[in-house]
């Protein structure tokens, strides 16, 4: 892959809780000018996003139950539809791990599969956080 076409491959990524608008609308920017495959901020910015690359091809990301993945299924699915309609083009969701520690596989699948299913026909990631996983929780 040639060096020069890196920058599509990646998500220019703010979300951090004290973010500003202007912190938004200066990652949007530098997303803009080194041709940043998308932008990944949290579901208050999301619009903000939207305006900022309107004349660009750069997508935006959103977080769905960001950063603790505790979120009730239910407010999982309500924020995915809210920043679709405020503009995100993919979605990065936090899976359960609670419940995947629990051994609740079928409740993260499920999980997993809804929010898919009110996404469609956006990209959907599934955020692990492989520090707090185990080597057999990672496999599962």
Same mark, same amino acid.
């Given at each position: 892959m040639p060096s020069q076409n890196l920058a599509q491959y990646?998500?220019?990524? &703010? &979300?951090? /809780? $004290? +973010?500003t608008q202007q912190m938004i609308q200066k990652l949007c920017a530098?997303?803009?000018k080194f041709k940043f495959f998308s932008?990944? =901020?949290? /579901?208050?910015?999301v619009a903000t996003a939207k305006e900022e690359l309107e004349d660009s091809d750069?997508?935006?990301c959103a977080? =769905?139950?960001? /950063? &603790?993945? +505790?979120? &009730? *299924?239910? *407010?999982?699915?309500? $924020?995915?539809?809210q920043v679709i309609q405020c503009g995100a083009d993919e979605i990065d969701m936090v899976q359960?791990?609670?419940a995947l520690k629990t051994g609740n596989t079928e409740y993260v699948f499920d999980e997993i599969k809804e929010i898919v299913r009110v996404a469609s026909p956006r990209i959907v990631k599934v955020i692990l956080?492989?520090?707090?996983l185990t080597r057999e929780e990672k496999i599962r």
């Open positions: 990646i998500d220019h990524t &703010l &979300l951090r /809780p $004290e +973010a530098e997303a803009k932008v990944c =901020v949290n /579901p208050q910015w750069v997508k935006i977080v =769905v139950g960001f /950063p &603790l993945g +505790a979120n &009730l *299924t239910s *407010t999982k699915v309500g $924020e995915t539809v359960s791990i609670g956080e492989t520090n707090l």
